[in-house]
């Protein structure tokens, strides 16, 4: 077969004839390298398309379609996730660093599925069937009479399984491992993944098997990066959290079928992944007593809000140069809002390293956070605390201003559930009309210095 040497981009996956320093396509820097591929166009489209089917176009208007049956898992966090459920049919790609959890937590889906009548097929390309075993040995005490593995990386033979086995849902772990002997190139690179993947979606389609491909995402890019999939699958589930943090969040970024921004909080025990369904208390459960610098906020991750803690911490700069870093917060952000307090509010910032961390390995994006945020840094440096039983939300804007924010209501009910007996928010979301609360003090603020007067 006659091959040609091109240089592929493992971020996005655009291509080019020669190397390029940086990808013209999404901007990445030194993410191409170096692949083969064939040109003979026969056997190429013989591999491109391994199921033809012959369905003609049919009127839009006479298809009756129900809102797909989903299949439950008894996972809550992970079919809240989904959208409410698995669909059948659907491509779901998992994403996340090495050693996360991304097997385990599809090592449980499968457990519970087959506990509850599935047949489920784990292709296992990075394990042995003996190390899968001892897995899921430890994770669930009944396995079920369905549930099917092999230890395989070759996609045709991937695809003889299914035939064979009719599974309600299959398990690749991981895509990156698996290629297709059709094409030159070696497992992991841009082109096998891609490959790889869409012929198994298609397979996954004609047949309504529920897919779940597993990817791993590292720093260096030294494996081709499941961003290239994201086009394809119907659904992107990125599992996340620090390594050495026992809380991993599951993210959805895509979603055909459900809304995206849902989160699913769990815990790694050592009997595998235990949900959080309480992650509020979870993360302030450590919070320390009259610490300056602490703020509590209800930030919202898609329908569901949660409690979280920021802390600023603000210390005299060593060489001359300041430092603005946050954990779990945007930078450039971070930099905007103590510039706000310096200029704004007469705050001497200048010569001062600002701080920040969103505990729990959370990370704030809500723009709810940034009024929090402000006060988290201007109490660092006044040394003041925030009362123990204050939660504060709200935008601020580049001339000091506290603007409306969006799901009041969830934000406010989620605090007082815990506890909380006041809130500083914006003034125009008290316009709200379903705000009710009982034992709540609602203090609607203007301007930031409004806020931190009030606190
Ligand atoms: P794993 O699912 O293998 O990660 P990935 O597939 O994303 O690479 O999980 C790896 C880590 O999880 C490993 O360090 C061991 C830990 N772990 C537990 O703490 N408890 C358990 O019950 C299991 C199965 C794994
Ligand atoms: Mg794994």
């Given at each position: 077969?006659?091959?040609?040497?091109?240089?592929?981009?493992?971020?996005?996956?655009?291509?080019?004839?020669?190397?390029?320093?940086?990808?013209?396509?999404?901007?990445?820097?030194?993410?191409?390298?170096?692949?083969?591929?064939?040109?003979?166009?026969?056997?190429?489209?013989?591999?491109?398309?391994?199921?033809?089917?012959?369905?003609?176009?049919?009127?839009?208007?006479?298809?009756?379609?129900?809102?797909?049956?989903?299949?439950?898992?008894?996972?809550?966090?992970?079919?809240?996730?989904?959208?409410?459920?698995?669909?059948?049919?659907?491509?779901?790609?998992?994403?996340?660093?090495?050693?996360?959890?991304?097997?385990?937590?599809?090592?449980?889906?499968?457990?519970?599925?087959?506990?509850?009548?599935?047949?489920?097929?784990?292709?296992?390309?990075?394990?042995?069937?003996?190390?899968?075993?001892?897995?899921?040995?430890?994770?669930?005490?009944?396995?079920?009479?369905?549930?099917?593995?092999?230890?395989?990386?070759?996609?045709?033979?991937?695809?003889?399984?299914?035939?064979?086995?009719?599974?309600?849902?299959?398990?690749?772990?991981?895509?990156?491992?698996?290629?297709?002997?059709?094409?030159?190139?070696?497992?992991?690179?841009?082109?096998?993944?891609?490959?790889?993947?869409?012929?198994?979606?298609?397979?996954?389609?004609?047949?309504?098997?529920?897919?779940?491909?597993?990817?791993?995402?590292?720093?260096?890019?030294?494996?081709?990066?499941?961003?290239?999939?994201?086009?394809?699958?119907?659904?992107?589930?990125?599992?996340?959290?620090?390594?050495?943090?026992?809380?991993?969040?599951?993210?959805?970024?895509?979603?055909?079928?459900?809304?995206?921004?849902?989160?699913?909080?769990?815990?790694?025990?050592?009997?595998?992944?235990?949900?959080?369904?309480?992650?509020?208390?979870?993360?302030?459960?450590?919070r320390?007593?009259n610490?300056?610098?602490s703020v509590v906020v209800p930030?919202?991750?898609?329908?569901?809000?949660?409690l979280?803690e920021?802390?600023?911490?603000?210390?005299?700069?060593?060489?001359?140069?300041?430092?603005?870093?946050?954990?779990?917060?945007?930078?450039?952000?971070?930099?905007?809002?103590?510039?706000?307090?310096?200029?704004?509010?007469?705050?001497?910032?200048?010569?001062?390293?600002?701080?920040?961390?969103?505990?729990?390995?959370?990370?704030?994006?809500?723009?709810?956070?940034?009024l929090p945020?402000?006060i988290a840094?201007?109490t660092?440096?006044?040394?003041k605390a925030v009362a123990f039983d204050t939660v504060v939300f709200?935008?601020?804007?580049?001339?000091?201003?506290?603007?409306?924010?969006?799901?009041?209501?969830?934000?406010i009910?989620?605090a007082e559930?815990l506890g909380f007996k006041r809130c500083i928010l914006?003034?125009?979301?008290?316009?709200?009309?379903?705000?009710?609360?009982?034992?709540m003090e609602l203090v609607?603020v203007?301007?930031?210095?409004?806020a931190l007067?009030a606190l």
């Amino acid at each position: 077969m006659k091959t040609k040497t091109i240089f592929v981009c493992q971020t996005c996956g655009a291509q080019s004839p020669r190397w390029v320093g940086r990808c013209q396509e999404c901007d990445s820097w030194n993410s191409y390298v170096e692949e083969s591929v064939a040109v003979a166009s026969s056997s190429a489209s013989a591999v491109r398309n391994p199921i033809r089917t012959n369905e003609s176009p049919v009127l839009l208007r006479s298809i009756t379609a129900d809102e797909e049956k989903r299949i439950v898992t008894s996972i809550l966090e992970f079919d809240r996730v989904m959208g409410g459920g698995i669909v059948p049919g659907s491509v779901t790609l998992i994403g996340g660093d090495p050693g996360i959890g991304k097997s385990t937590l599809s090592m449980q889906v499968c457990c519970s599925l087959a506990q509850s009548g599935h047949r489920v097929l784990y292709v296992s390309g990075e394990e042995s069937v003996k190390q899968t075993k001892m897995r899921a040995d430890r994770i669930s005490k009944k396995i079920g009479d369905s549930l099917f593995i092999v230890n395989q990386i070759d996609v045709n033979m991937i695809i003889d399984h299914i035939n064979e086995l009719k599974p309600t849902c299959v398990i690749v772990d991981s895509i990156q491992v698996v290629n297709l002997p059709g094409l030159t190139s070696s497992p992991g690179s841009v082109s096998q993944v891609r490959e790889s993947a869409s012929i198994l979606t298609q397979v996954a389609k004609a047949q309504g098997i529920a897919l779940f491909l597993i990817g791993h995402v590292t720093k260096e890019g030294t494996l081709a990066g499941p961003r290239v999939l994201e086009h394809i699958v119907d659904t992107v589930l990125y599992f996340e959290g620090e390594r050495y943090s026992i809380y991993r969040i599951l993210r959805t970024i895509k979603n055909r079928f459900g809304s995206t921004n849902e989160i699913g909080v769990f815990e790694m025990t050592s009997s595998g992944l235990s949900e959080v369904v309480n992650p509020s208390e979870m993360f302030l459960s450590e919070r320390p007593k009259n610490a300056s610098g602490s703020v509590v906020v209800p930030i919202m991750e898609g329908t569901r809000p949660f409690l979280v803690e920021i802390q600023g911490l603000v210390s005299r700069s060593a060489f001359g140069m300041v430092r603005h870093k946050a954990q779990g917060f945007d930078a450039n952000r971070l930099a905007l809002l103590v510039a706000v307090l310096e200029n704004r509010l007469g705050l001497n910032l200048q010569d001062k390293d600002v701080f920040l961390n969103v505990v729990g390995g959370v990370k704030a994006v809500d723009p709810a956070a940034d009024l929090p945020v402000v006060i988290a840094v201007a109490t660092a440096l006044l040394n003041k605390a925030v009362a123990f039983d204050t939660v504060v939300f709200g935008e601020v804007g580049l001339s000091s201003e506290v603007r409306s924010v969006s799901q009041v209501v969830a934000r406010i009910n989620e605090a007082e559930r815990l506890g909380f007996k006041r809130c500083i928010l914006p003034k125009n979301n008290l316009k709200s009309k379903d705000i009710r609360t009982k034992t709540m003090e609602l203090v609607g603020v203007l301007t930031v210095r409004e806020a931190l007067d009030a606190l």
